[in-house]
């Protein structure tokens, strides 16, 4: 036994060594004392000790590099040895340079930055993007080769080139393709050569080839190579265009999602009861809100939070509008000016009891990972995430409040009552609790809203009121109470509003969308779609 343990230990050790050398390079020892060098040179010496040790070591050095780009390379002042250092979370991490492991934290002053300045950057980021022309990972040389774009040399075009034979993944070979094209535009011998690069690089929207295609654009060019310059030009100029169109309609997709989600809850307090709820902003500064004291709760699963609070605003919400319309509602069915005025009256104390309980200031609340970041469709054109997500939500809520109100029992009784309260009575159903639970399941679903509007804004006492009118436009334009015109309403008005806005201003476009919408109420004063049958009376 006592044989056995040693072998174990024999082979643990061999292990680990063979580990620890994979995980650190070799290093010629000339190589290691430049390095020791490069603690105490002067910044116009250390580009030329870079350069040799690049020459020298290649891919080795790649951890050297990018900790150097990064501000993140120190040395140890005792023995010159060079450590990582790096800032997470408000917290400092100290690690070997090549191996990546953790060290202890040494004093302060007994460590020592290394300087770099811009000359030194643009070589790491050339330097960096050529040793990653390399990598197993198909991104990395992909972004590596349009990292090289600004700046194409012989040598790297004839790295590019020789990758370029071996290249499986399509889309680094159009990367490289499209450097090669670039180069032979630039550096073209020949005016048909370049000529011809130039056809190829036409609609092309790399930031690069504009930049390149308005420096052939010149009297000191070809008169060919500068009306080809010319042309691609002006159809990259047209593509752009057609994609900040394509831009445009995104965020007003986008902001329509908002103002469905805001005013869809309104749709069925307002369209089907027939109640002016002024405290329906407030609802939505709820479910913000809540959103806001889930994440306080769970603050290492943000990833999940949302998952958490959707549920949890809707029954928030909804349970302080039954309590609403338990309290005050009910005693003033048929009273719409003593109902508008009992309801802002809630606003307004909802409002302070939350600047009571979380102060005036606003609240960030945080996205999770997935929602954070966007699509990259091309250069010019992306898809933020998180307005993607809350479109689809929305669209989603919409749905799930359709089948509610056209499949359940539920929904039957809601529009039995909204058509005729008294009949509905007389046929047995408890009205006064259907209206409870209508009442509730709007101001649910406006807490549900508030949940979406937190990952686009911040939180805060008076959410809510940036919405209520556009809530009523969109329910009044839309038809009331008919969701498939809130639906068409919603949507039309954020189009509307994001296309206005870059000519007129914000305030402007909102002015002109109201004025629009009650010269159309003059003349169809039941909006797109009316109400039919007796409902309609």
């Given at each position: 036994?006592?044989?056995?343990?040693?072998?174990?230990s024999?082979?643990?050790?061999?292990?680990?060594?063979?580990?620890?050398?994979?995980?650190?390079?070799?290093?010629?020892?000339?190589?290691?004392?430049?390095?020791?060098?490069?603690?105490?040179?002067?910044?116009r010496?250390?580009?030329?000790?870079?350069?040799?040790?690049a020459?020298?070591?290649?891919?080795?050095?790649?951890?050297l590099?990018?900790?150097?780009?990064?501000?993140?390379?120190?040395?140890?002042?005792?023995?010159?040895?060079?450590?990582k250092?790096?800032?997470?979370?408000?917290?400092?991490?100290?690690s070997?340079?090549?191996?990546?492991?953790?060290?202890?934290?040494?004093?302060?002053?007994?460590?020592?930055?290394?300087?770099?300045?811009?000359k030194?950057?643009?070589?790491l980021?050339?330097?960096?993007?050529?040793?990653?022309?390399?990598?197993?990972?198909?991104?990395?040389?992909?972004?590596?080769?349009?990292?090289?774009?600004?700046?194409?040399?012989?040598?790297?075009?004839?790295?590019?080139?020789?990758?370029?034979?071996?290249?499986?993944?399509?889309?680094?070979?159009?990367?490289?393709?499209?450097?090669?094209?670039?180069?032979s535009?630039?550096?073209?011998?020949?005016?048909?050569?370049?000529?011809?690069?130039?056809?190829?690089?036409?609609?092309?929207?790399?930031?690069?080839?504009?930049?390149?295609?308005?420096?052939?654009?010149?009297?000191?060019?070809?008169?060919s190579v500068?009306?080809?310059?010319?042309?691609?030009?002006?159809?990259?100029?047209q593509?752009?265009?057609?994609?900040?169109?394509?831009?445009?309609?995104?965020?007003?997709?986008?902001?329509?999602?908002?103002?469905?989600?805001?005013?869809?809850?309104?749709?069925?307090?307002?369209?089907?009861?027939?109640?002016?709820?002024?405290?329906?902003?407030?609802?939505?500064?709820?479910g913000?809100?809540?959103?806001?004291?889930?994440?306080?709760?769970?603050?290492?699963?943000?990833e999940?939070?949302?998952?958490?609070?959707?549920?949890?605003?809707?029954?928030?919400?909804?349970?302080?509008?039954?309590?609403?319309?338990?309290?005050?509602?009910?005693?003033?069915?048929?009273?719409?000016?003593?109902?508008?005025?009992?309801?802002?009256?809630?606003?307004?104390?909802?409002?302070?009891?939350?600047?009571?309980?979380?102060?005036?200031?606003?609240?960030?609340v945080?996205?999770?990972?997935?929602?954070?970041?966007?699509?990259?469709?091309?250069?010019?054109f992306?898809?933020?995430?998180?307005?993607?997500?809350?479109?689809?939500?929305?669209?989603?809520?919409?749905?799930?409040?359709?089948?509610?109100?056209?499949?359940?029992?539920?929904?039957?009784?809601?529009?039995?009552?909204?058509?005729?309260?008294?009949?509905?009575?007389?046929?047995?159903?408890?009205?006064?609790?259907?209206?409870?639970?209508?009442?509730?399941?709007?101001?649910?679903?406006?807490?549900i809203?508030?949940?979406?509007?937190s990952?686009?804004?911040?939180?805060?006492?008076?959410?809510?009121?940036?919405?209520?009118?556009?809530?009523?436009?969109?329910?009044?334009?839309?038809?009331?109470?008919n969701?498939?015109?809130?639906?068409?309403?919603?949507?039309?008005l954020g189009?509307?509003?994001?296309?206005?806005?870059?000519?007129?201003?914000?305030?402007?476009?909102?002015?002109?969308?109201?004025?629009?919408?009650?010269?159309?109420?003059?003349?169809?004063?039941?909006?797109l779609?009316?109400?039919?049958?007796?409902?309609?009376?």
């Open positions: 036994m006592k044989h056995f343990f040693i072998i174990c024999v082979l643990l050790a061999l292990f680990s060594s063979q580990l620890s050398a994979q995980q650190s390079p070799v290093i010629a020892t000339q190589t290691q004392a430049q390095l020791q060098q490069l603690t105490n040179n002067k910044l010496q250390s580009l030329v000790l870079l350069q040799s040790i020459s020298r070591e290649g891919v080795n050095m790649l951890p590099y990018q900790s150097l780009l990064d501000g993140q390379l120190y040395f140890i002042k005792s023995d010159t040895k060079l450590i250092v790096v800032k997470e979370a408000g917290k400092k991490h100290y070997e340079l090549f191996t990546d492991r953790e060290i202890t934290a040494p004093a302060k002053k007994a460590i020592k930055k290394i300087r770099v300045n811009n030194i950057r643009i070589y980021r050339k330097q960096i993007a050529n040793l990653k022309l390399t990598a197993n990972n198909p991104q990395v040389r992909q972004d590596a080769v349009q990292s090289l774009l600004r700046d194409l040399t012989p040598t790297t075009i004839a790295n590019i080139a020789q990758l370029r034979l071996n290249e499986k993944n399509i889309e680094v070979q159009q990367m490289m393709d499209l450097a090669l094209t670039l180069d535009a630039i550096h073209g011998k020949l005016a048909v050569t370049q000529v011809s690069a130039i056809a190829q690089l036409q609609g092309n929207l790399e930031p690069q080839v504009r930049n390149t295609l308005n420096a052939l654009n010149t009297e000191q060019s070809h008169p500068q009306k080809a310059a010319q042309q691609a030009l002006l159809s990259i100029e593509s752009i265009q057609f994609y900040g169109y394509l831009d445009q309609l995104f965020f007003g997709l986008s902001l329509g999602s908002v103002l469905l989600l805001a005013a869809i809850g309104l749709a069925i307090t307002f369209g089907m009861m027939g109640v002016i709820n002024m405290a329906h902003g407030e609802m939505i500064m709820i913000a809100y809540t959103t806001y004291v889930v994440q306080l709760l769970m603050p290492n699963l943000i999940y939070s949302l998952w958490v609070a959707i549920p949890l605003a809707f029954v928030v919400s909804g349970s302080i509008g039954i309590l609403i319309e338990r309290c005050v509602i009910r005693f003033l069915h048929g009273r719409p000016l003593e109902t508008l005025l009992a309801t802002f009256g809630i606003s307004l104390i909802l409002q302070q009891l939350v600047r009571s309980i979380f102060s005036p200031l606003n609240r960030q945080a996205s999770p990972e997935w929602m954070s970041g966007s699509w990259e469709i091309n250069p010019v992306s898809l933020t995430l998180n307005r993607l997500y809350i479109l689809a939500f929305a669209l989603l809520v919409f749905l799930a409040l359709l089948f509610i109100l056209k499949k359940t029992s539920l929904g039957l009784y809601v529009r039995a009552v909204s058509q005729n309260r008294a009949m509905a009575k007389a046929m047995g159903i408890r009205t006064a609790r259907v209206d409870a639970i209508t009442f509730g399941l709007g101001s649910g679903i406006a807490g809203a508030g949940v979406a509007l990952q686009l804004t911040n939180v805060g006492p008076n959410l809510g009121q940036a919405y209520i009118i556009d809530s009523f436009m969109v329910v009044v334009f839309g038809g009331v109470g969701l498939l015109g809130t639906l068409v309403a919603a949507f039309s189009i509307a509003n994001k296309i206005l806005e870059p000519t007129t201003g914000a305030v402007l476009a909102s002015i002109i969308i109201l004025v629009f919408i009650i010269l159309f109420i003059q003349k169809r004063p039941k909006g779609f009316p109400q039919k049958g007796r409902a309609a009376e």
